[in-house]
C-alpha cells in the first residue's frame, strides 16, 4: 500500500448531500492529480445502498406474495432499528472480500445475497428472517430478483484488483437520526452506533470524508434529483419522505466531532480499543456538487474547480492525522 494515498475513506453524510457525486467526481480526474492533491489512489467503491434496495426489492416481492413485508413497512422506516448495522456488516464482508480477491461461484446469487443478509443481521443482534420463509417464497423471490443480486455482484468483483498498491477503497453510507432528536442519539440511530460497527482492521486503515449539508438541504436535494424510472441508481434514487424525517431528520457528525478526544478526528470505542479516525469535512451547504449529474464534458470548468479546492482542503486535513 502506497504510503501517499489512504488506503480506506469512509465518506458520509445525509442522502443527496454529494457523496455519489464526489466519487464520480473522483472517478473522473486524472489518477496522478487524484494520488498528488487529494492523497487518494484509484478508487474501488463499496457503498450500502445497493442491499438497501435490494431489501426493498425483497418487500416488494413478499407483499406480491400476499405477505408481510420483512424490513420496511411500505415506504418508512426500517422495522428494525438494528438493521443500520446489518448493513455495516455486509459492507465489512464487501471490504474483506475485496481485499481478500474471493470471487463467488453459485448456482443462485440472490439465494446467496439473502443468506448474507441474514448472516449480517445476525452479527447485528436480529434473528435470521430469510431463512425462515417457507421454500415456495424463499425460491419464488430468488428466481424475481436474480438478476438484480447478479448485477450488485459483478459490480463487486469487477474491481478486484492485481495489486492493492496506490489504490483505496472508498465506503460510502449515510446515517441520521428522527427529526427534532437530541443528542446523543441514542439506539441503533446515526454515525455513533453505525461506526463502532465497523470492522477493526478497516477501522485501523480508516479516514472519513464528511459532507456538510443541512437536514432541510438534503431533504431539497434528494427531491430534485429523484428519478422515480431508476430507484437503484446512486446518483438518481430517491430516498421516502417519511424516511426523511425518521433516519435522516438529523445528523450526528457534529456532536461527535464536538465530543472528539483528538480534533480533527471522530474518537470511536470498539472491539476493546479506541481509533482516533481522522476526518476532513468538505462543507457542501452551499451546492457545489449538483452539477456533477450531468456529462463529464459539459462540467463548468469554473465549478470543477471550486470543487476541487474544497475537497483538497478536506483531504489535507484528514491526512495530517492519518495514522499519527
Given at each position: 500500500m502506497s504510503k501517499k494515498v489512504f488506503k480506506t475513506v469512509l465518506l458520509i453524510a445525509l442522502p443527496a448531500s454529494g457523496k455519489s457525486e464526489v466519487r464520480h467526481f473522483m472517478a473522473n480526474i486524472d489518477p496522478k492529480k487524484?494520488?498528488?492533491?487529494?492523497?487518494?489512489?484509484d478508487n474501488l467503491q463499496l457503498d450500502?445502498?445497493?442491499y438497501v434496495h435490494f431489501m426493498r426489492c425483497i418487500d416488494d416481492e413478499m407483499v406480491k406474495l400476499g405477505k408481510d413485508p420483512i424490513f420496511y413497512p411500505g415506504q418508512n422506516p426500517f422495522i428494525d432499528n438494528y438493521d443500520w448495522g446489518t448493513l455495516v456488516h455486509l459492507l465489512n464482508e464487501d471490504y474483506h472480500d475485496l481485499l481478500n480477491r474471493k470471487?463467488?461461484?453459485v448456482d443462485s446469487v440472490a439465494l446467496?445475497?439473502?443468506d448474507r443478509i441474514d448472516r449480517a443481521a445476525q452479527i447485528a443482534g436480529i434473528e435470521p428472517r430469510l431463512a425462515k420463509l417457507d421454500e415456495e417464497t424463499r425460491k419464488t423471490i430468488a428466481v424475481n430478483l436474480e438478476a438484480e443480486a447478479v448485477k450488485m455482484l459483478e459490480e463487486k468483483e469487477a474491481q478486484i484488483p492485481d495489486t492493492f498498491e496506490g489504490k483505496t477503497i472508498v465506503i460510502e453510507c449515510a446515517r441520521g437520526g428522527r427529526d427534532g432528536s437530541s443528542m446523543p442519539l441514542e439506539g441503533a440511530y446515526g454515525y455513533q452506533y453505525s461506526l463502532p460497527q465497523f470492522a477493526p482492521d478497516l477501522l485501523e486503515e480508516a479516514a472519513i470524508l464528511y459532507i456538510w449539508v443541512t437536514p432541510e438541504e438534503s431533504r431539497r436535494k434528494n427531491a430534485e434529483r429523484a428519478n422515480p424510472d431508476d430507484p437503484g441508481s446512486n446518483l438518481f434514487h430517491g430516498v421516502p419522505l417519511s424516511v426523511m424525517l425518521g433516519d435522516y431528520g438529523c445528523d450526528?457528525?457534529?456532536?461527535?466531532r464536538e465530543h472528539a478526544e483528538v480534533?480533527?478526528?471522530?474518537t470511536v470505542k470498539s472491539w476493546g480499543k479506541t481509533y482516533?479516525?481522522?476526518i476532513g469535512v468538505f462543507d457542501n451547504r452551499v451546492d457545489k456538487t449538483s452539477f456533477l449529474r450531468g456529462d463529464v464534458e459539459n462540467w463548468d470548468p469554473a465549478k470543477v474547480e471550486e470543487m476541487t479546492v474544497a475537497v483538497r482542503e478536506a483531504t489535507d486535513r484528514m491526512w495530517e492525522n492519518y495514522k499519527k
Open positions: 487524484l494520488e498528488d492533491e487529494f492523497h487518494i489512489g450500502d445502498f445497493p470471487r463467488v461461484k446467496y445475497t439473502m450526528d457528525m457534529q456532536y461527535l480534533p480533527n478526528t471522530i482516533n479516525v481522522p
